[in-house]
């Protein structure tokens, strides 16, 4: 069965940095591209990142360029997003999700994790 | 980057009906859409890829279609379990959410 679970979420001010992580388990971790989506409270979900297999090649949604990192380690199986300067806007359940290879070298998500919360306040 | 405008933002249905969302994409996304439900507290659950795949373990009442920059989500015979919110997502340049759909009883 395919798991992910994130962890690493909670409350930080604006400006400060988070790191949230994801473990994954029940697939081949380095077969499969990886992704964070997010979800500000009652609105809607947005992508937020994307990586390869190898971690060689990484996407961001324009907001977070610059200020998000997406990593991967694939001995641990495990997925990263490290935040920095954090803003009220970042406030949002980020979930984590596995990209499956769909035609024509496009990659759809399909498995999903819980989510962690984060909160960006003073 | 690509726009989904996904309506209607919210429907109410009664058990039995046929209910349709749409997505229309701002530039022709090659039939790389895919739908998902997401229950309140749940993470979403994908239920359609590439236009009108349904995913394993989707019930057949759950359809897709369309092509170019236009695309439709239909549920014939609603049953309780599908009052959710729906989704559509545009995987061909980076990924791009439609805005959402809130199916709610009538």
């Known amino acids: 069965e395919v798991q992910l679970v994130e962890s690493g979420g909670g409350l930080v001010q604006p400006g400060r940095s988070l790191k949230l992580s994801c473990a994954a388990s029940?697939?081949?971790?380095?077969?499969?591209?990886m992704a964070w989506v997010c979800q500000a409270p009652t609105k809607g979900l947005e992508w937020v990142a994307s990586i390869s297999t190898g971690g060689g090649d990484t996407y961001y949604r324009d907001s977070v360029k610059g200020r998000f990192t997406i990593s991967r380690d694939n001995a641990k199986n495990t997925l990263y997003l490290q935040m920095d300067s954090l803003r009220s806007e970042d406030t949002a359940t980020y979930y984590c999700a596995r990209l499956i290879a769909a035609i024509s070298n496009r990659f759809v998500l399909d498995a999903w994790g819980q989510g962690a919360s984060v909160t960006v306040s003073s | 980057d690509i726009q989904m405008t996904q309506s209607p933002p919210s429907l109410s249905a009664s058990l039995g009906d046929k209910v349709t969302i749409t997505c229309q994409a701002s530039?022709?996304?090659?039939?790389?859409i895919a739908w998902y439900q997401q229950k309140p507290g749940k993470a979403p659950r994908q239920l359609i890829r590439y236009t009108s795949s349904l995913v394993s373990g989707t019930p057949s009442r759950f359809s897709g279609s369309g092509s170019g920059r236009d695309y439709s989500f239909s549920i014939s015979n609603v049953e309780s379990e599908d009052m959710a919110s729906y989704y559509c997502l545009q995987y061909d340049n980076l990924w791009t959410f439609g805005g959402g759909t809130k199916l709610e009883m009538k």
């Open positions: 530039q022709n996304i090659n039939k790389y």
């Open positions: 029940g697939f081949t971790f380095n077969n499969y591209g």
